[in-house]
């Protein structure tokens, strides 16, 4: 058995750009565990992918001409059904061998082994180890079947002709090559109407050889990329086409840089070959459009990367990643800039017409606009927004803000009946606070037209201005209190009104901004604005949004212990619950906290089996020395603990209950709670109650109990 590196190759037509990345790595990944799970490879194989806009290919390490022949092991049946009285075999067992490729001479060397109660035998044999060609051929198949393609294709074999019972295959895209490298030698195998080779095509245009040959599998992206024109590794062409735009960025000067976007930067070495990037322009007429339509038309419609200047400002310039490399680039810049304008054009048109009328003028239009078809029109809508950011603002600012969310709920919504948004949903609100400005309403209220949707992701920035959180907790209240009182409830992965982006959205607008108020009456207070097109959902919608901030507090880094004692209590401000987290962080440092925690968690336990506690202890009842003790220390620290804890020093209010710790260890020391006398019980009751409220303030320490 000998090992060589493996190269296999994918030849096809143009793939879905938003999907090569993910297709690249599942397939390299997939036929690395296919060969792996055949013993063909082992688990430290140096596995590497490529994925172009025309193929998907692996390089893997190591890879063996021929897999090791393994023993196994195989339980036929009982020995009492196999053996009967004599020893000899049974019919059963002799057809069970048959089945397996064996005859009767094999019964003397079946192996008797105990399995559970019975003692069962078994047939050893060994394996064969499959060889390269066969294994591949089903580590390719495999591959191929689980890829994660976003829509199949389905086509005629090139080789077949054009008559009744013509054979087709189905994959992402038509193929049209396969290459199989295991060394310098050919694999034989065979895919989707293809035989392996030992080449594939370039680049379409620029290819110095077109077929490209390659001598070996180690070989493939330094022949590629010279003799095909093609950097077929996508992290390689990424990191180009990003040296690349710099390099442009700083030859305009001007300290200007390239937009930077993720998506785009992914789909555009998706596009694009061998990159070569371009400077173009546009004319400066059209910056006197909202720089976010100009940006928005030029990266989803024609995948450019815009130039800001060092205050971010839009330039009249822009990039092109191009899939050629002329030597007079003049044409392909002039064709871009051609094609690019009646775009620019477009935006300009409709951000005219769009201001010849007001905000104002187009709220009534909303009420025939369908928002879903059991919570009404937009109009409907928009009425309840400004019903649930009125009370909201009241508590926060006094009539003087409920007025100004007043006004921004009512026309928040209005830019979805512009031509701009009607042509770019991206720019909902954005464009509104545009519009806003131009219809002289103050910036207070423009601000919060354009931030009411905000955070639109994870990540985003908060809205600026008390307005704009007002009107933005009251949209995503309207949403998450409308959707779960109709039943519309998030299922698995499936989210389609994005409520667990609207309820972070409300805890990121409660926590970070420390808005004193409570998520109940928040919840409750919505409510009313949809008379009876709802069912009182809110215990349903509040244990959703406890269950979003227990999620996001766990990947801020805080401990499933800690977020459970903190949660368990169901406080009322969210705001509250990261200074709450630290002080549980700090109490749990604390030597006395285990043992506290222990104690607390015995008391609830103690309280859970008695009937209506009341926190109440007379003097008079108190016999035993430790009972005593644990009274007068709890009359010197509870005092402080809530004093603190009333200041919201939640840190040292916990602090000071470890005081407690030798006084409740000796407690249940030396003090039988559930003593014989009612009133003695009733009393010691009455004082773990007394105790287990003065803990539990902050958190429900208990669960921090491992």
Same mark, same amino acid.
């Given at each position: 058995?000998?090992?060589?590196?493996?190269?296999?190759?994918?030849? /096809?037509?143009?793939?879905?750009?938003?999907?090569?990345?993910?297709?690249?790595?599942?397939?390299?990944?997939?036929?690395?565990?296919?060969?792996?799970?055949?013993?063909?490879?082992?688990?430290?194989?140096?596995?590497?992918?490529?994925?172009?806009?025309?193929?998907?290919?692996?390089?893997?390490?190591?890879? $063996?001409?021929?897999?090791?022949?393994? =023993? %196994?092991?195989?339980?036929?049946?009982?020995?009492?059904?196999?053996?009967? =009285?004599?020893?000899?075999?049974?019919?059963?067992?002799?057809?069970?061998?048959?089945?397996?490729?064996?005859?009767?001479?094999?019964?003397?060397?079946?192996?008797?082994?105990?399995?559970?109660?019975?003692?069962?035998?078994?047939?050893?044999?060994? /394996?064969?180890?499959?060889?390269?060609?066969?294994?591949?051929?089903?580590?390719?198949?495999? =591959? %191929?079947?689980?890829?994660?393609?976003?829509?199949?294709?389905?086509?005629?074999?090139?080789?077949?002709?054009?008559?009744?019972?013509?054979?087709?295959?189905?994959?992402?895209?038509?193929?049209?090559?396969?290459? $199989?490298?295991?060394?310098?030698?050919? /694999?034989?195998?065979?895919?989707?109407?293809?035989?392996?080779?030992?080449? &594939?095509?370039?680049?379409r245009f620029e290819a110095a050889v077109n077929p490209v040959v390659f001598q070996d599998a180690d070989s493939y992206a330094a022949t590629l990329r010279n003799d095909g024109a093609v950097i077929a590794s996508f992290e390689e062409r990424r990191a180009e086409i990003v040296r690349?735009? $710099?390099?442009?960025?700083?030859?305009?000067?001007?300290?200007?840089?390239?937009?930077?976007?993720? +998506?785009?930067?992914?789909?555009?070495?998706?596009?694009?070959?061998?990159?070569?990037?371009?400077?173009?322009?546009f004319e400066k007429q059209f910056l006197d459009v909202p720089q976010e339509c100009l940006i928005l038309t030029m990266k989803a419609n024609q995948k450019y990367f815009p130039l800001l200047d060092a205050e971010g400002k839009l330039t009249n310039k822009f990039l092109v990643v191009s899939n050629i490399s002329p030597a007079d680039a003049s044409a392909v810049i002039q064709g871009n800039e051609r094609v690019v304008r009646p775009r620019l054009a477009d935006a300009k048109f409709f951000f005219d017409q769009d201001r010849k009328k007001t905000l104002a003028s187009r709220v009534e239009s909303l009420g025939k606009v369908v928002y879903h078809n059991k919570l009404g029109t937009q109009g409907e809508r928009v009425e309840r927004v400004r019903a649930i950011a009125r009370a909201i603002a009241q508590q926060l600012g006094g009539e003087a803000l409920a007025a100004q969310a007043d006004t921004a709920a009512q026309l928040a919504k209005t830019?979805?009946?512009?031509?701009?948004?009607?042509?770019?949903?991206?720019?909902?609100?954005?464009?509104?606070?545009?519009?806003?400005?131009?219809?002289?309403?103050?910036?207070?209220?423009?601000?919060?037209?354009?931030?009411?949707?905000?955070?639109?992701?994870?990540?985003?920035?908060?809205?600026?201005?008390?307005?704009?959180? /007002?009107?933005?907790? +009251?949209?995503?209240?309207?949403?998450?209190?409308?959707?779960?009182?109709?039943?519309?409830?998030?299922?698995?992965?499936?989210?389609?009104?994005?409520?667990?982006?609207?309820?972070?959205?409300?805890?990121?607008?409660? &926590?970070?901004?420390?808005?004193?108020?409570?998520?109940?009456?928040?919840?409750?207070?919505?409510?009313?604005?949809?008379?009876?097109? %709802? $069912?009182d959902a809110s215990e349903a919608l509040t244990g959703f949004i406890y269950d979003r901030l227990a999620g996001s507090l766990r990947e801020q880094g805080y401990s499933a212990q800690e977020v459970d004692a903190v949660l368990a209590l169901k406080p009322q401000r969210l705001g509250d619950v990261p200074k709450r987290l630290v002080a549980v962080r700090a109490f749990a440092s604390l030597p006395e906290a285990a043992a506290l925690a222990a104690a607390n968690k015995r008391i609830g336990n103690i309280l859970k089996k008695a009937d209506d506690v009341d926190a109440h202890v007379s003097e008079v009842l108190l016999k035993e020395l430790a009972e005593q003790a644990l009274y007068a220390a709890m009359q010197a620290v509870t005092p402080k603990a809530n004093a603190l804890f009333d200041a919201g020093d939640y840190t040292a209010s916990l602090q000071a209950l470890a005081a407690l710790r030798t006084p409740v260890d000796a407690f249940f020391d030396g003090v039988m709670v559930n003593a014989e006398e009612l009133d003695l019980r009733l009393n010691r009751q009455g004082l773990l109650k007394s105790l287990h409220v003065a803990m539990n303030r902050v958190a429900d320490l208990s669960r921090l109990v491992a």
């Amino acid at each position: 058995m000998t090992t060589q590196n493996l190269l296999v190759e994918l030849f /096809v037509e143009e793939l879905p750009p938003k999907a090569l990345k993910k297709l690249g790595a599942a397939f390299a990944q997939q036929l690395r565990d296919q060969l792996l799970t055949q013993g063909l490879t082992e688990g430290d194989a140096v596995l590497t992918s490529y994925a172009s806009p025309r193929r998907l290919a692996v390089h893997l390490t190591a890879v $063996a001409d021929h897999a090791a022949d393994k =023993a %196994i092991s195989q339980k036929l049946m009982p020995v009492s059904v196999g053996l009967d =009285a004599a020893g000899n075999a049974t019919p059963a067992l002799l057809k069970r061998l048959q089945a397996l490729g064996a005859d009767a001479t094999a019964v003397a060397h079946l192996k008797r082994a105990q399995d559970g109660k019975a003692e069962a035998l078994f047939y050893e044999s060994t /394996v064969q180890g499959a060889t390269l060609a066969v294994g591949l051929q089903k580590a390719l198949e495999e =591959a %191929i079947s689980k890829l994660p393609i976003p829509k199949v294709m389905t086509y005629q074999l090139e080789s077949d002709c054009e008559l009744p019972g013509w054979s087709s295959v189905s994959f992402v895209r038509p193929a049209h090559g396969l290459m $199989a490298l295991h060394g310098s030698a050919v /694999v034989p195998v065979a895919v989707l109407g293809l035989k392996a080779s030992n080449s &594939t095509q370039g680049h379409r245009f620029e290819a110095a050889v077109n077929p490209v040959v390659f001598q070996d599998a180690d070989s493939y992206a330094a022949t590629l990329r010279n003799d095909g024109a093609v950097i077929a590794s996508f992290e390689e062409r990424r990191a180009e086409i990003v040296r690349q735009l $710099a390099a442009a960025a700083t030859r305009v000067g001007g300290g200007v840089t390239a937009i930077d976007d993720d +998506a785009l930067l992914d789909e555009v070495t998706a596009l694009v070959e061998r990159p070569n990037v371009l400077v173009c322009e546009f004319e400066k007429q059209f910056l006197d459009v909202p720089q976010e339509c100009l940006i928005l038309t030029m990266k989803a419609n024609q995948k450019y990367f815009p130039l800001l200047d060092a205050e971010g400002k839009l330039t009249n310039k822009f990039l092109v990643v191009s899939n050629i490399s002329p030597a007079d680039a003049s044409a392909v810049i002039q064709g871009n800039e051609r094609v690019v304008r009646p775009r620019l054009a477009d935006a300009k048109f409709f951000f005219d017409q769009d201001r010849k009328k007001t905000l104002a003028s187009r709220v009534e239009s909303l009420g025939k606009v369908v928002y879903h078809n059991k919570l009404g029109t937009q109009g409907e809508r928009v009425e309840r927004v400004r019903a649930i950011a009125r009370a909201i603002a009241q508590q926060l600012g006094g009539e003087a803000l409920a007025a100004q969310a007043d006004t921004a709920a009512q026309l928040a919504k209005t830019d979805l009946l512009t031509d701009m948004v009607g042509e770019f949903p991206e720019l909902q609100g954005i464009m509104g606070g545009y519009y806003a400005r131009h219809d002289g309403l103050s910036y207070d209220i423009a601000d919060a037209i354009e931030d009411h949707y905000k955070p639109r992701f994870a990540g985003d920035e908060l809205p600026r201005n008390p307005v704009g959180v /007002v009107v933005a907790l +009251a949209d995503k209240l309207e949403t998450l209190v409308g959707m779960f009182g109709i039943g519309n409830l998030p299922t698995g992965d499936k989210d389609p009104f994005a409520l667990r982006r609207h309820a972070l959205g409300v805890i990121r607008m409660l &926590t970070e901004k420390n808005l004193s108020l409570d998520l109940n009456a928040l919840v409750n207070n919505a409510a009313p604005a949809f008379g009876d097109k %709802i $069912a009182d959902a809110s215990e349903a919608l509040t244990g959703f949004i406890y269950d979003r901030l227990a999620g996001s507090l766990r990947e801020q880094g805080y401990s499933a212990q800690e977020v459970d004692a903190v949660l368990a209590l169901k406080p009322q401000r969210l705001g509250d619950v990261p200074k709450r987290l630290v002080a549980v962080r700090a109490f749990a440092s604390l030597p006395e906290a285990a043992a506290l925690a222990a104690a607390n968690k015995r008391i609830g336990n103690i309280l859970k089996k008695a009937d209506d506690v009341d926190a109440h202890v007379s003097e008079v009842l108190l016999k035993e020395l430790a009972e005593q003790a644990l009274y007068a220390a709890m009359q010197a620290v509870t005092p402080k603990a809530n004093a603190l804890f009333d200041a919201g020093d939640y840190t040292a209010s916990l602090q000071a209950l470890a005081a407690l710790r030798t006084p409740v260890d000796a407690f249940f020391d030396g003090v039988m709670v559930n003593a014989e006398e009612l009133d003695l019980r009733l009393n010691r009751q009455g004082l773990l109650k007394s105790l287990h409220v003065a803990m539990n303030r902050v958190a429900d320490l208990s669960r921090l109990v491992a």
